[in-house]
């Protein structure tokens, strides 16, 4: 995990994420999971080409279910983006990087 990517769980998520200036991309994950092994690398390079304009962040719903539960994820991989606090975009499961930096542009309105 990149410097980039805050590791956020009930005590900081409304500081880190709903109050943020820029969209924030949540990735929401376990230990356990797969998928979420494939997609951190992924992350790990959209947080360093996007790090002025999006900030970047990981619930592990295992320590954080009330988050999690909260935003309806039932299935990990699951990749929230917030704008001005409020989710926008989602994405469940393991995608390629092109299909991540698709959504990312949108929301950034490219």
Do not use: H
Not at 12 to 26: H, R, T
Not at 54 to 67: G, L, T
Not at 95 to 105: A, F, G, S, Y
């Amino acid at each position: 995990m990149t410097e980039n990517i805050k590791d956020v769980g009930e005590k900081n998520f409304k500081a880190s994420v709903l109050d943020s200036q820029k969209p924030v991309l949540v990735d929401f994950w376990a230990v356990w999971c797969g998928p979420c092994r494939m997609v951190a690398p992924i992350i790990d390079e959209l947080s360093i080409e996007y790090t002025d304009r999006i900030q970047f962040a990981k619930v592990n719903v295992d320590e954080s279910p009330r988050i999690a539960s909260s935003y309806s994820v039932m299935s990990i991989p699951t990749l929230i983006i917030f704008k001005e606090g409020k989710p926008c975009e989602q994405v469940v499961g393991y995608r390629p990087k092109k299909d991540i930096q698709k959504v990312l542009d949108k929301v950034l309105g490219k």
